[in-house]
């Protein structure tokens, strides 16, 4: 058996791949996307030549015909120098493709996975302005026509809305059924009836569009449902079970991009005749910032690969998302205070990972829901 953190060689030229790619091609841009709040076009081409967009997707499909560790990897590493553009690939690999390579039929795989991998961005939409955590408390209505689905609603807190060419959605067909009503649907930007609404103003995570869908009797084919009619709260709670391991993936990686932050200041700058990293007291925060960062990244790569070895991971994945993102917070907070004054100006690049940490403990079930399902296990229930 392997160590956790042992990768083989071609994990770990992947992993060089896109460290490289993310130190040089994205970083001179984070602070002009993060004012800007918009995420560069020509660096989500990137994302697509790279093969970043289609990391699991089958070679046939275009894809990479990688694993969902691979993903992880390229989350940590994008998120390390910006977590906005962590997000965009974690979406689109670790919850929508994974969602349709599990659960499309073989003709919707073959109309959209090879667009999924070249050239069309991904959304997830589950989530209401009432339904968040309570998510299959979810009021939009998919009523059944015989050859297609009239559904009308509103999502709220799409990411990459503003960039999708496509959408996973979730929509009722049978209210009466409660949660085994839930259906889900493929959704084409260009359907009728169907558009992305207001951008979100955020703390964090700017450059990441965050944005409202409007369904106005939307037309959408019978073939674009994906799984059964009334299955859709089963493809929403396993695709989530494993994007969450993912967002863990993001957290450690802007966890360790503030730490690496923090120790580059720690070398340059001097006070008292020496650079402040010689001072035991700053010393002790960075090795307690490394320690968390590495326990983190233990508990990520563990329920991934569990994932990968198709192990049960629900209880690890939970863990690896709590508590990635608690350490997250922490570590950037610590770093902001071992830069001293200039920690929060912009002039440096923590004070905007601490704003984009404490979106983790939040999206994809906040922290609280994590601990239930921790909890659930630990009382089998
Ligand atoms: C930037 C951003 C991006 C997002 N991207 C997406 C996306 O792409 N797709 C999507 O579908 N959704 C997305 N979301 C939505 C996100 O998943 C929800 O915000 C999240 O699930 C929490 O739901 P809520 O905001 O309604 O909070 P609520 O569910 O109202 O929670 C409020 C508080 O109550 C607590 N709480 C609720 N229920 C319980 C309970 N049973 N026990 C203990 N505490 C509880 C919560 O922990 C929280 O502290 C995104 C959100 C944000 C902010």
Redesign the pocket.
Known sequence: MNPLTALSEEERMFQSAVRRFAREQIRPWVREMDEAAVFRQDIIRQFFEMGLMGIEIPEEFGGQGGTFFQAILAVEELSAVDPSAG?IVD?QNT?CNNALLKWATPEQKKKYLPRLAENMVA?????????????FAMTTRAEDRGDHFVLNGR???????AESGFFLL?ANAHPEAGYKGVTAFLIERGFPGFAVGKK?D?IG?RA?S?CELLLDNCRVPRENVMGEVGQGYKIAIETLNEGRIAIGAQMVGLARGALDAAIDYARQRKQFGKPIGEFQGVQFDLAKMATEVEAARLLVYNAARLRDAGLPFLTEAAMAKYYSSGIAERVASTSIEVHGGVGITKDYPVEKLYRDAK?G?????????Q??TIAKKLLGK
Not at 361 to 369: A, C, H, K, L, P
């Open positions: 997000v979406v919850i959304s997830y939409a589950l989530s209401e302005a009432g339904s968040g955590s309570d998510a999502k709220l807190w799409i990411t990459n809305a979730f979100e955020k995570l990441s965050t979106i403990r939040i999206y994809e079930g906040t922290s609280n829901i601990l239930l």
